[in-house]
């Protein structure tokens, strides 16, 4: 059976983070928003999670592309959750290191992520 739903992860390419780094950010946007999706979009949520919370992790030249998918896919009611980093290893203290969008239909999230690279 085809996954319908999906969770899609755009990590900014521009900051060259530790693979260790970038797998610890892509987790906290995946988290945060499978949390608000379970409160908000309780039906969506719970399609995803029981056909095996399908995820993908893409990547994005740098912030401002980041910021226009973001300001998109909240113009859809497209769950988002941008992830700024505390600062204690690899870079500055409020860097924005990725944005979660979704869960949400396959192809509505491929209008905004589908030709970006996978990470």
């Not at 946007?29 to 719970?46: E, I, P, Q, W, Y």
């Not at 992830?83 to 944005?99: F, N, Q």
Request: glycine share 6%.
């Amino acid at each position: 059976m085809p996954f319908k739903y999906k969770m899609v992860i755009a990590v900014r390419d521009d900051l060259k983070l530790s693979k260790g780094k970038m797998a610890v950010q892509v987790a906290h946007a995946a988290v945060s928003c499978a949390l608000s999706s379970k409160k908000r979009h309780t039906l969506v949520f719970r399609k995803w999670f029981d056909e095996g919370q399908k995820k993908v992790v893409v990547k994005v030249k740098d912030l401002k592309e980041l910021y226009e998918i973001k300001t998109a896919a909240e113009d859809m009611g497209i769950q988002t959750a941008l992830i700024s980093d505390a600062g204690l290893t690899e870079v500055e203290p409020g860097t924005v290191t990725c944005l979660g969008l979704g869960p949400e239909k396959n192809e509505v999230l491929d209008t905004l992520t589908g030709d970006l690279p996978l990470l």
